[in-house]
């Protein structure tokens, strides 16, 4: 499984065993935006799409990296408000390309600080305003009292999806936008901001979320979703099928993330 980044795997070998497909994974700013586990998203989106016969590489992008040529998944994920502030610039300089990869369906997944800033902006506790790239319909106020805990996001595509939430950020959709709730929590005080019920938010092939977890592990439907939607978009491919020697692997780990996601269901917050 290729990282573009350190320059050990030989990529056109691999690519070539997989009949050449490959699958360009940008992971943004892992330096700043990787707190809580998220970067256990990368590692099972790049584990799972070898089992079903892709070459996976993926693209560590830094402030100042040159963007890669293909873009099949864009995974980021949570940060303080700190590393927030310090990508912002950065972000924006790449906020068109983003924009237009979101557009045309390119898969995303984006965990809570990275959730916040696709949004039109982010308005710390202090006042401060970080403006977002707008490929969510959203904003976000932060407030004195973090929400903390283990939450069952019910979707309607993925059935229930758990992973643990910790954020002081309150977002709120835009009525009437292109943007919708991804999924909606049972209690008070838990989800996008406490008061609507919702969770996250879909555009296209975008998810933004607060589960943390890492939450890709625990929810497997998820990750290959965001894996055949980008063979899909590439490669015209109507669906996964796994490799020989996947079919038994991946058994394996889907059966492991059901008994995690009911031991971290269970759990009280």
Not at 53 to 65: E, I, K, L, S
Not at 129 to 150: A, E, K, S
Not at 165 to 181: I, M
Not at 223 to 239: K, S, V, W
Request: hydrophobic residues 35%; charged residues 25%.
């Amino acid at each position: 499984m290729a990282n573009a980044n350190d320059g050990t795997a030989d990529v056109a070998a691999a690519a070539n065993a997989n009949d050449g497909r490959v699958l360009d994974i940008v992971t943004l700013y892992p330096r700043d935006m990787n707190i809580y586990g998220d970067s256990g998203n990368v590692l099972t989106v790049r584990r799972r799409a070898a089992l079903y016969g892709f070459t996976p590489v993926v693209h560590n992008y830094n402030q100042g990296d040159e963007w890669p040529e293909h873009v099949d998944i864009v995974l980021g994920g949570g940060g303080q408000d700190q590393g927030q502030g310090t990508i912002t610039d950065d972000l924006f300089a790449r906020s068109r390309q983003i924009r237009a990869l979101a557009d045309d369906g390119c898969p995303m997944l984006l965990i809570c600080g990275m959730y916040q800033l696709f949004g039109e902006y982010f308005q710390t506790v202090e006042g401060d305003r970080l403006p977002g790239i707008g490929v969510l319909d959203l904003v976000t106020v932060g407030q004195p009292v973090r929400m903390i805990g283990n939450l069952v996001d019910h979707t309607e595509e993925f059935g229930d999806v758990v992973g643990y939430e910790n954020h002081s950020g309150q977002t709120f959709l835009r009525d009437g936008g292109r943007t919708r709730p991804w999924g909606r929590v049972d209690a008070d005080g838990t989800g996008n901001n406490g008061r609507d019920h919702t969770e996250g938010a879909r555009y296209n092939a975008v998810i933004g979320t607060y589960l943390h977890g890492s939450v890709l592990p625990k929810n497997p439907r998820v990750a290959d979703y965001l894996i055949g939607e980008a063979a899909r978009r590439r490669y015209g491919m109507e669906r996964l099928e796994p490799t020989a020697q996947g079919a038994d692997e991946l058994r394996r780990l889907d059966d492991l993330a059901r008994r995690a996601a009911a031991v971290a269901a269970s759990r009280p917050r």
